[in-house]
């Protein structure tokens, strides 16, 4: 049960396959950013955004993109 809670936003609904979770690696699967790694920090929105922390050459931009534009890094 706590599995489910730790994954369910502020209003209690859990995402899309359950998935990504608070700094879970990611990977970016779109063009500019195609095969850049990051941890994925947060929805974004009731929608499908989500936010992405990347570290880029000592740079550390904030990504946001639809989910289905990244994998999890297994």
């Known amino acids: 049960?706590?599995?489910i809670?730790?994954?369910a936003d502020a209003n209690g609904v859990v995402r899309k396959k359950l998935f990504p979770l608070r700094n879970d690696p990611v990977r970016i699967n779109f063009e500019?950013?195609?095969d850049l790694v990051g941890i994925f920090n947060r929805?974004?929105?009731d929608g499908e955004e989500i936010?992405?922390?990347l570290n880029v050459i000592g740079y550390r931009p904030t990504v946001e993109s639809h989910f289905a534009?990244?994998?999890k890094v297994v």
Request: hydrophobic share 55%; net charge positive.
């Open 32 to 34: 500019p950013l195609q």
């Open 69 to 71: 534009m990244i994998e």
């Open 43 to 45: 929805w974004v929105s």
């Open 5 to 7: 809670k730790e994954r």
């Open 51 to 53: 936010r992405i922390l």
């Open 1 to 3: 049960m706590l599995v």
